[in-house]
């Protein structure tokens, strides 16, 4: 069926005329793939220009016509996401056809303007730049538990965050970066010094929340005006640091990069992360059904949705239960891929109120089909590691500024301290 789609689409797309690297074909790169496929960027290689480009397209023909990229895994029939990259059918039809003519280069002055990236920063010159206190060195094999870097902010003040990007050092061993915010009297790693990473497993923590991450996939933090990230006077970052070695010893300095708020947000942006510890996956299993749920005690705004499993996570899938027993599917991911830890972010954000029930559901192949899974003889519960498994429903919500995430959700179904 696949093979019989491809051949449709391809004879759609020979059917146009001319079809030119500059004229056509750049725009949409442009407008599509240059956010990742640039140096410094996740992507492995660079398509700023045909010299980058023209070894890669009948890759990028296949690539498009099967939809694996871009990449988005969020099923059309339930939710609209502003962010979702996915190629039109005449944007697809043009790629297909540009490589079937040979992937002709055309006149350079019809291409339009290059797009003007800032040089190391997607989120713009950040107010200030913290940085790990010391570089980690990642050996060329092993298990490194998490790391987790005390950095005082020196804030003398509240301060509110508008935008926040991570910028890892050394992004091919570096799997995730949470910097959480740990607020002046927190007992939470209090006999860590600052500046010396502390290795941990599996914590159980409560901070008082998140600034910034960093997965494959997940796009640096923008919010609107009016919305903001409270990192109170005399809070610390605690960043944590997932390191998985690939057979090079490498050294990381991960920075993060903060642009605060011009002037006092009137919504507070925090997370809600539905979650599952308690779980234990049988071996060889093939559809293996896990279940999440927080119940809301106050109203607030969802803006965005990121599901979080290992290797051996399938599908997952968000829902809401209103007060009176209305439902709805917020986001179904029916093939749920780890290597790309993706943020859905709702083009209309929903107002829920108090008494709504987010129930997640997820399912997870554990069988010798997956060809991701690192064994499907053993029976898999919840770890950090990705050879171990995790079920987490990030979300993005904001409240009413003058209001207190710790009074979103139980205390119990709070914000686990890891997880990506």
């Not at 006149?107 to 980690?136: H, R, S, T, Y």
């Not at 051996?312 to 809401?320: A, I, M, N, Q, T």
Request: proline residues 10%; glycine residues 8%.
């Amino acid at each position: 069926m696949q093979k019989l789609l491809i051949s449709l689409l391809a004879a759609t797309a020979a059917s146009a005329g001319t079809v030119t690297f500059h004229k056509d074909v750049l725009p949409i790169l442009q407008n599509r793939c240059q956010g990742c496929h640039r140096p410094g960027e996740v992507a492995p290689m660079s398509f700023l220009t045909y010299k980058d480009v023209r070894p890669w397209a009948k890759a990028m023909r296949e690539a498009v016509l099967i939809r694996k990229m871009p990449p988005w895994f969020a099923d059309p029939s339930h939710g609209k996401f502003v962010n979702d990259p996915s190629l039109s059918k005449p944007e697809i039809d043009t790629l297909v056809a540009w490589s079937d003519q040979g992937a002709p280069e055309g006149d350079p002055k019809q291409a339009p303007p290059p797009v003007p990236f800032v040089a190391g920063w997607n989120i713009g010159q950040p107010d200030m730049v913290f940085e790990l206190p010391m570089e980690f060195s990642i050996p060329a094999s092993g298990t490194i538990d998490y790391q987790h870097f005390v950095i005082p902010t020196g804030f003398k003040e509240d301060k509110w965050v508008q935008f926040a990007e991570v910028r890892p050092g050394a992004r091919s061993v570096v799997h995730h970066v949470i910097a959480y915010i740990r607020e002046p009297g927190s007992k939470w790693l209090r006999e860590a010094k600052p500046g010396v990473p502390v290795p941990l497993r599996d914590a159980e923590a409560l901070p008082a929340g998140i600034v910034a991450g960093f997965a494959p996939g997940l796009p640096p933090t923008v919010l609107a005006e009016n919305q903001g990230i409270l990192v109170k006077a005399g809070s610390d970052l605690v960043v944590q640091m997932h390191y998985t070695t690939n057979g090079k010893a490498a050294k990381d300095r991960t920075r993060i990069g903060l642009i605060f708020n011009r002037r006092a947000p009137s919504e507070r942006m925090t997370n809600v992360a539905p979650h599952n510890r308690k779980f234990t996956i049988p071996a060889g299993a093939d559809n293996y059904r896990v279940d999440s749920s927080v119940t809301l005690q106050s109203p607030s705004t969802l803006l965005a949705m990121m599901p979080h499993m290992h290797f051996r996570g399938k599908s997952f899938e968000y829902r809401v239960i209103y007060p009176g027993g209305k439902s709805e599917v917020l986001l179904r991911i029916p093939n749920y891929d780890f290597n790309w830890q993706l943020f859905y972010a709702l083009e209309k954000p929903l107002a829920l109120p108090a008494g709504a029930r987010i129930e997640c559901t997820a399912y997870y192949d554990n069988s010798a089909n997956n060809k991701y899974n690192p064994d499907p003889k053993v029976a898999v519960r919840w770890g950090d590691q990705t050879w171990e498994e995790m079920m987490i429903g990030w979300m993005y919500v904001t409240l009413d500024a003058k209001g207190a995430p710790s009074g979103l959700v139980k205390e119990k179904e709070a914000v686990p301290a890891s997880g990506l």
